[in-house]
């Protein structure tokens, strides 16, 4: 649980916590003239998911030696730019450039924080005795972008009794800027909430855009964003920031990128999207432990929670998983299974690829998990993420098709105990032989009839390229609102405008139960049946033919209840006419749209 208090300081605070101070009284330079101006025309920001380093794991890791000066002491100085010279030397070559510092700059070692006279951040001499500007610039001059990193609102003790004033902004004072009743903001209540209502909100906010700018940072992680983070409401709404931070960003003539943090709410994607270049779907993947992370807290929580905002990655902004802290061994806290997994999803999932690991000491397992070029294309491709093409079972298995009609797979066992896990070509569309390449392993792997089947560890994946050299599946449709089949329990008929017939059947829960009838097959066996569905949240169902025993499986979330997605499932049939069931049984079961049942070959 994440607070706010500066008594005691659990791990998970601390990034709000980051808070406050009374103004430190340092006037600033005057301001440079903007970097970009003396520049040729950048490339567009997040053409595809960036990739570089981030502090944040190690400075709130327990792990032996990486705080000797207490909590969070990692973070100086001399810490980054070591980080910085060892991803120049080994990764910067695969792509990684950015250096992203986290948060505690502001802050002391007994985290008291620093402001200057206008109420903006002010780098802590002990932990940046050179300055923030000398940092960037040092990280430039090995070829790489300089990250920083703020909450959002305007810092408690920045405040000042309301008498501190806004940078370039006569009479504007930190009084005119929130709102009267001084209520709080962000995820972790650490700030005052800013009242756009007022110009001189919008000052402050580009004070700090022009600070940043004139000190060369090319990112900035906005973090502690609502609605997410923990929090809903009026006071946790920041969308009015985070566009307060675009308009200021850019009036700075500088490129930079606007990350948004942490657990932002789906419902406001259309904002996050407009006004940044990425969002954290998730809370932290950090475990707050002796290790970086581990499997359960929160590694794993990633493969139900992406497959919502699958289709709102894309060219101009992306899907931040977090970190990727898969380089270190021992210090990481997983398997080498679960470190591939973790390297497979993000690669897949076309999130950012930031690791938060000691890259002075990557083991050769976790430089060949980073560096693995042919992972990495796959990231970087300017095209849509995968999503699950199966239920997310223990056993998974995630798609995207390619521009050049091929597709990536990936498999996953996310079970306790070794499984074997299947790619049937129909859950791709088409059936018959394809080729397969092993993505992680640099290995053609032949041609495979209508599948491929691996036999996977516990918390195991592989990825492949697969190229068909088959057909096109054939398949029959069959409507959930069909007056032909049989609705049970409170199931009932709902208009859909997503769906394919315009129509969808709802309310599976408690009982309800979607029976399809008539069912004509030609020959008896096991048929992957793909399922049209909606569902605003991941929920599970039971499936069962003729009146047999069912299987449950959980489908992934569509993101809302306006879209549908689908997802292919194993279903045993007879020859002739069959029934296919669907139950929610005692819980609440996903909207079902249609099925589409193959053809024989």
Known sequence: MRSSSYSVMPARTLRAVV??????????AAPAAPAAQAETAAPALAAKPYMGWSSWSMQSSKYPGLNPDGDYSYLT??????????????????????????????????WKPGFDRYGRQQADPVRFPSGMKAVADRIHAKGLKAGIYLPVGLEKEAYGDGEV?????????????????????????????????????QKYVDSQARMFADWGYDFLKLDGVGPGSGKHGDQYDNVADVAAWQKAIAATGRPLHLELSWSLDIGRVADWKKHSQGWRIDTDVECYCNTLVSWENSVDDRWDDAPAWTRHAGPGGWND??????????????TKAERQSYATLWAVAKSPLYTGDDLTLLDSYGLSLLTNREVIAVNQAATAPARPVTPSD??????????????????????????????????????????????????????HQNKITQALP?????????????????????????????LGGNASVADCPACSDGRKVGNLYLGGTLRF??????????????????????????????GGGATRHKFPST????????????????????TVTFDSGAGYAPDIDRMDVPKPS
């Open 321 to 334: 998983l977090d970190s990727l802290d898969v380089g270190n061994g021992d210090m990481d806290g997983l």
């Open 77 to 110: 100085e001399a810490n980054v730019l070591k980080q910085a010279g060892a991803m120049a030397a080994k990764l910067k070559k695969y792509g990684y450039e950015y250096v992203n510092i986290d948060a505690g700059w502001w802050r002391d070692k007994t």
């Open 165 to 201: 004033p806004v940078w370039n902004a006569d009479g504007c004072t930190t009084a005119d800027i929130v709102h009267d009743d001084l209520r709080t903001t962000n995820g972790w209540d650490s700030a005052y909430k800013l009242d756009f209502s007022d110009p001189c909100a």
């Open 559 to 578: 993101g809302d209840w306006g879209t549908a997605e689908t997802v292919s499932v194993p279903v045993t049939l007879k020859a002739g006419a069959n």
């Open 394 to 447: 223990p056993q998974q298995v995630w798609a995207a098709k390619n521009p050049d009609g091929t597709y990536t797979v990936a498999l996953f066992n996310l079970a306790d105990a070794p499984a074997a896990v299947t790619a049937h070509w129909a859950s791709l569309g088409f059936t018959g032989p394809a080729a397969v390449r092993d993505l992680w392993h640099h290995e053609n792997l032949g041609s």
């Open 458 to 486: 516990a918390h195991g994946s592989r990825l492949f390229t697969v190229t068909p050299r088959g057909r096109a599946l054939t398949t029959t449709a069959y409507e959930a609102e069909s007056g032909a089949n049989t």
């Open 517 to 546: 009838n008539d069912i004509v097959v030609d020959q008896a066996g096991t048929y992957l049946i793909k399922v049209a569905y909606v569902s605003g949240d991941p929920r599970s169902v039971d499936i069962s033919a003729n």
């Open 19 to 28: 808070v406050l101070a009374l103004a430190a009284g340092v006037t600033p």
